[in-house]
């Protein structure tokens, strides 16, 4: 009978990364940006947006850091967090269906280091992605050409048509990103990839080039300018 109610939306982010590539000396989702941490600033987003009925953080095992950096938080945490990022969202997954969430709920896993996301870009996927048998996710067309790397020479230049940048959040039901995840083989790196596995097709929804994921150096300085900047 519960397919019949109509869907809860939660959110899911996987808070259990290290940030070795970002040189913040510590896991980067605590570096500060702009006077807070960057986690902070991702959260802030997702609680305005008032359709999600929870967010849930999934954290490392023994984290003891992120009521400090986070302390205005209210809402789900676990320590659960895995070995790789499928891993960190499979038992956020979990924890969702502990508290009560159901198989056919819709949840957005959105990565801790994209703080710069802001409410009405989630708002846009939600809208696209509610009616949608599938779900997807926020993307961006590459306009770059782009080069496969061999031994720090081009090898080849690939097409990029029909290439798009994928971003979070996420957005698909809880029972089949379960169970795509439960299946997937090798190095799951985001959450469409599990489900294209299984043969289904995401929506791609045109996001921003504001909602970068902080991954280098000089990505810190890049978010404090914009964050600083804005209204």
């Known amino acids: 009978m519960t397919e019949h109610i109509p869907p809860d939306l939660y959110a899911v982010v996987p808070c259990a990364g290290v940030g070795q590539r970002a040189g913040a000396g510590g896991p980067k989702q605590y570096a500060d940006v702009a006077g807070r941490s960057l986690v ?33 938080f209210a809402g789900w945490v676990c320590h659960g967090g895995g070995a790789t990022r499928a891993d960190t969202v499979a038992q956020g997954l979990r924890e969702l269906l502990a508290r009560g969430a159901r198989l056919h709920d819709w949840v957005l896993v959105h990565d801790a280091a994209r703080c710069l996301v802001r409410p009405e870009w989630i708002d846009t996927l939600i809208d696209a992605c509610l009616p949608d048998p599938v779900g997807g996710l926020l993307a961006l067309p590459v306009p770059d050409t782009l080069k496969r790397e061999s031994d720090g020479r081009v090898g080849e230049t690939v097409d990029r048509g029909g290439m798009w940048q994928a971003q979070t959040p996420q957005m698909f039901r809880l029972g089949p990103l379960m169970a795509a995840l439960a299946s997937a083989t090798g190095n799951v790196t ?7 596995a299984t043969g289904q097709r995401p929506l791609l929804v045109p996001g921003s080039l504001e909602n970068f994921k902080i991954t280098w150096p000089a990505d810190f300085a890049l978010a404090e300018r914009l964050l600083r900047t804005r209204p």
């Open 190 to 196: 985001d959450e469409a990839s599990a489900i294209e």
């Open 40 to 72: 902070a600033h991702t959260l802030e987003a997702l609680a305005a947006v008032t359709r999600l009925k929870a967010v849930l953080v999934v954290l490392s095992p023994g984290d003891t850091a992120f009521p400090v950096h986070a302390p205005d």
